[in-house]
């Protein structure tokens, strides 16, 4: 059951950082609450391109509904 990893682009947290414009910590904090999908190897994080890419909704797809309570 092997898989071919070959083709599976995984950014570092500082390149996803860099791309978003946002600290380490930011992204950090997206990976440990389980909202940006990633890899763990040793110490190190790797967020798979794909992951990344549906994180994010395109111009044509609606955002998803948040899940906060209404604040009445």
């Known amino acids: 059951m092997a898989r071919d990893f070959r083709s599976?682009?995984?950014?570092t947290i500082?390149?996803?950082?860099?791309?978003?414009?946002?600290?380490?910590?930011t992204v950090y904090r997206?990976?440990?609450s389980g909202e940006l999908p990633s890899v763990h190897f040793g110490r190190s994080f790797r967020i798979p391109a794909v992951a990344l890419e549906a994180y994010f909704p395109t111009e044509n797809?609606?955002?998803e509904p948040s899940e906060e309570p209404d604040s009445q």
């Open 14 to 25: 500082d390149e996803v950082a860099s791309m978003l414009r946002v600290s380490k910590m």
């Open 30 to 32: 997206r990976v440990h």
């Open 8 to 11: 599976i682009e995984f950014l």
């Open 61 to 63: 797809e609606p955002p």
